[in-house]
C-alpha cells in the first residue's frame, strides 16, 4: 500500500491514550477505514469515517479526518493491553471501492 | 468470527511447486477478494471476484491465477513458486461489488522452501 502510509510501531502504556496517524493520497476518497488485525486472525473493521466528516466518536476510539491535508488518525482512549494489535489505515482505491490498506502499525500496550 | 474460511491454515512446499488455497466466503456475500501479507510489501490486492465473474485485478503475477465457482468458493492458484511467495494469503469477502466493509478470513501461511 504505497498509497497509504503509516508508521510501523507505537508503544504505549497501560490506561494512556494512543493515536495512530496515517496520511493518504486520493483526496476522491469518499469514506477511509480503520482495520485491526489481532495475533493470528484476519483484519476486522473497527471503524470508519466518510468524507465529509471531520471527526467520529465510537465510545474509546475517536477518528480525526484533515482533508486539506489528507491525514487521519485514529485515538484509544484509556488503552488497554487487550488493544494490542496492528491497526491498518485504509483507502477505496479509485472507482473500484477496494481498499488499499497502509502496512499497519503494531500498537504494543505495557502495563 | 468472520464467518470466512480459508484452508488450509499452513503450507510449506518446494519452489518450482503448485499450491491452491481455498475459501468460502460469509453466507450471503458474493465478492471475494484476495489479498497478499508480506513484511516487505504490506497487504497487497491481489484480485477480485463477483458472482463468478472476475471483477478486478490488482498486483497479482501472471504465475497466479484464481477462480470462483458456482457455489460462491474461491480458489488461489499459485505456481512456479519462488521464495519471494512466501507470504499470508487473506481471502475477505463482501455482500456486492463495491466493498464496504470487508470479512477477513484467518488467512493461509504458504512457505516457500
Known amino acids: 500500500g504505497e498509497d497509504v502510509e503509516q508508521s510501523l510501531f507505537l508503544s504505549v502504556r497501560e490506561g494512556d491514550s494512543s493515536v495512530i496517524n496515517c496520511t493518504y493520497t486520493d483526496s476522491s476518497s469518499t469514506y477511509l477505514y480503520w482495520y485491526k488485525q489481532e495475533p493470528g486472525a484476519g483484519l476486522q473493521l473497527l471503524t470508519y469515517i466518510f468524507s465529509n466528516m471531520d471527526m467520529k466518536q465510537d465510545q474509546r476510539l475517536t477518528v480525526l479526518l484533515n482533508k486539506k491535508d489528507k491525514h487521519l488518525s485514529l485515538r484509544i482512549a484509556d488503552t488497554q493491553t487487550g488493544d494490542s494489535a496492528i491497526y491498518f489505515c485504509?483507502?477505496?482505491?479509485?472507482?473500484?471501492?477496494?481498499?488499499?490498506f497502509g502496512r499497519g502499525t503494531s500498537l504494543i500496550v505495557h502495563p | 468470527d468472520s464467518g470466512v474460511t480459508q484452508t488450509p491454515k499452513h503450507l510449506i512446499t518446494a519452489t518450482g511447486q503448485r499450491v491452491t488455497l481455498r475459501c468460502s466466503p460469509r453466507s450471503g456475500d458474493l465478492s471475494v477478494y484476495w489479498y497478499q501479507q508480506s513484511l516487505d510489501q504490506g497487504l497487497q490486492f491481489l484480485i477480485q471476484?463477483?458472482?463468478?465473474?472476475?471483477?478486478a485485478k490488482g498486483n497479482i503475477l501472471e504465475r497466479f491465477s484464481a477462480q470462483q465457482f458456482p457455489d460462491l468458493h474461491s480458489e488461489l492458484n499459485l505456481s512456479s513458486l519462488e521464495l519471494g511467495d512466501s507470504a499470508l494469503y487473506f481471502c475477505?469477502?463482501?455482500?456486492?461489488?463495491?466493498?464496504?466493509?470487508?470479512?477477513f478470513g484467518e488467512g493461509s501461511r504458504l512457505t516457500v522452501l
Open positions: 475477505a469477502s463482501s455482500a456486492g461489488t463495491s466493498a464496504g466493509e470487508l470479512f
Open positions: 471476484y463477483y458472482n463468478g465473474e472476475e471483477r
Open positions: 485504509a483507502e477505496p482505491s479509485g472507482g473500484s471501492y477496494i481498499p488499499t
